[in-house]
């Protein structure tokens, strides 16, 4: 098993920033990948971001290009995902998630998944 604990969600500004993290434990040694992914209310979950654990491959969802930047500690079994010019539209419970799959596709089967921190960007 994977345990995913994400913190530094918050309240910001339109225009402001935040960085998530997301520590793993456990069998991390079975993960390949690992994926930011956001709910709003009333609305499906939605891909943000993956990294590789190893290597230099990152995906990131069109809406959050040039905004957001996921980028990992392998010593410390850690992912981030700094969040820049953040937006209203952003507002959303920010999970991490971890895949036994070695690929940043949307498409991939997550096995693990963390219990989320809310983001609340006011306009």
């Known amino acids: 098993q994977v345990q995913l604990v994400e913190s530094g969600g918050g309240l910001v500004q339109a225009g402001g920033s935040l960085r998530l993290s997301c520590a793993a434990s456990?069998?991390?040694?079975?993960?390949?990948?690992m994926g930011w992914f956001r709910q709003s209310p009333g609305k499906e979950r939605e891909f943000v971001a993956a990294?590789?654990?190893?290597?230099?491959?990152?995906n990131y969802a069109d809406f959050v290009k040039g905004r957001f930047t996921i980028d990992r500690d392998n010593a410390k079994n850690a992912v981030f995902l700094q969040m820049n010019s953040l937006k209203p539209e952003d507002t959303a419970l920010y999970y991490c998630?971890?895949?036994?799959?070695?690929?940043?596709?949307?498409?991939?089967?997550?096995?693990?998944w963390g219990q989320g921190t809310q983001v609340t960007v006011s306009s």
């Open positions: 998630a971890a895949s036994a799959v070695f690929s940043t596709s949307p498409q991939v089967k997550y096995d693990y």
């Open positions: 456990g069998r991390t040694r079975s993960t390949y990948t």
């Open positions: 990294i590789t654990w190893r290597g230099n491959n990152t």
